[in-house]
């Protein structure tokens, strides 16, 4: 029977001083979503995922924190909830160090801010399945200027993490965020300063990528720093919504795939440089809207130029960058983005031979949305393909999603599908009344 992390540590220290006036009243983990605190709501998802050891580390307004934790209600009877008070502010790396004598096997740590649902059993899968040290819970982000940003390869293995600070305004960069949530195996403990100020992102993770086995697992779910008024607000406003829950990736999920060029981009040959991308001015704000509903926001995209050796896997993730930039300049995301890098025809100058080959994810064939639908645990039956050509719309049938054809220039094109609208826009417009 594979391991179940059984320990967690949440940091709940923090003065909150982005909360303003709020934080000199109560600890930012007190704030209430709901009738409950934060606190609460990260102990009870905890425990439903079989966490029963759990350490809290606190600093500023402690005793309301070591209060709140007496109050709680366990859900479960070997739930033991204990407190540690650091002597000074250490950041979010500094005091973990000391509690090494009581967390001798895999463990979970998350930050006190974090507003979160989530099926914690999942990402102890991921952890296990890569024999991973350190996994780095990362999503979509539509805020992507004050976030530390986690690049990773095709395995999802971390290769860099762009810090928030120093980043060129002319460059582009990946659009998953560190979320706050970490999976730690014992060795991690080498590697923590003792005692000495120090932040995770800023200082631990850069050093030990090229010496641990460190990896990003990608979540849909609902894992939101409350750490402003703004975004405590809107925490709030989507926990009564019902958001929160039907996020959990334990429920079947619902999701729009969009193929990208001629519906979130403009045809424009194969394109094989960013500067070849331009965006239609719908875009933004129609996944923006998307956005804003429970659908997940997958794009699924058949990219020949690979196996045709005019781009190469680094230049096309600069392509993506930039696309995914662009939809966040208008607090819009993609939430995830599968590519089929094949083409089946062989034979032709410059082409990389072993990328010409038939394969199970070029479209039509499913193969990318098969991936997606096990990844994220969707139901297709309550899920949309949006394209421009018979190899969308005929993916999409195949994989028992419902079809919308985008016909932009009116063409008298017979391609069979279930609605046929002459833009994103309008297509988002139809999903919103179906």
């Known amino acids: 029977m594979p391991y179940l992390t059984k320990s967690a540590v949440i940091l709940a220290g923090g003065k909150g001083t982005r909360l303003g006036a709020v934080s000199k009243r109560i600890p930012k983990p007190l704030n209430l979503v709901g009738s409950m605190p934060v606190l609460w709501h990260q102990l009870q998802c905890l425990e439903a995922n079989g966490v029963c050891n759990i350490i809290i580390i606190t600093n500023y307004l402690s005793r309301s924190i070591e209060q709140s934790v007496k109050r709680y209600p366990t859900q479960n009877s070997n739930t033991v909830i204990s407190t540690y008070k650091e002597s000074q502010t250490l950041g979010t790396a500094g005091s973990l160090s000391t509690l090494e004598p009581d967390l001798k096997e895999p463990f979970y740590l998350l930050y006190g801010d974090i507003m979160l649902d989530m099926d914690f059993k999942r990402m102890n899968s991921f952890h296990l399945d890569r024999n991973s040290d ?25 290769v860099r993490i762009h810090s928030s600070i120093n980043r060129s305004p002319n460059s582009y960069y990946p659009p998953n965020s560190n979320a706050g949530v970490y999976l730690f195996n014992p060795s991690i403990f080498s590697f923590l300063p003792h005692n000495t100020k120090a932040d995770f992102c800023s200082d631990v993770f850069p050093n030990i990528i090229n010496k641990l086995r460190v990896f990003g697992y990608i979540s849909t779910e609902f894992i939101k720093d409350m750490g402003t008024p703004e975004r405590l607000e809107a925490v709030r406003k989507d926990y009564l919504s019902g958001r929160v829950a039907l996020k959990n990736l334990k429920n079947r999920q619902k999701a729009v795939f969009l193929d990208r060029d001629g519906v979130i981009n403009r045809l424009n040959g194969y394109i094989s440089k960013p500067e070849d991308l331009t965006l239609y001015p719908e875009a933004g704000p129609a996944i923006k809207t998307l956005n804003a509903t429970s659908f997940l926001i997958i794009v699924v995209t058949n990219q020949p130029v690979i196996a045709r050796g005019e781009c190469t896997l680094e230049t096309l993730k600069q392509i993506h960058w930039k696309m995914q930039k662009h939809l966040s300049d208008h607090d819009a995301r993609i939430d995830a983005l599968f590519f089929c890098p094949h083409h089946p025809h062989a034979g032709y100058p410059g082409e990389v031979k072993h990328y010409k ?39 999409g049938r195949r994989a028992g999603l419902r079809t919308i054809w985008i016909n932009r220039t009116n063409s008298d094109d017979h391609i069979t599908s279930q609605f046929t609208v002459g833009s994103l826009a309008e297509a988002v417009v139809k999903i919103k009344t179906i």
């Open 134 to 158: 350190v996994s780095i819970i990362i999503h979509a982000t539509d805020h992507p200027e004050d976030s530390d940003l986690v690049e990773t390869d095709d395995n999802q293995q971390v």
């Open 357 to 395: 080959i038939r394969c199970n994810c070029r479209k039509p064939e499913t193969g990318m949305i098969d991936e997606a639908i096990w990844q994220f645990n969707i139901d297709p039956s309550r899920s949309f393909m949006i394209g421009d050509s018979q190899r969308d719309i005929e993916c």
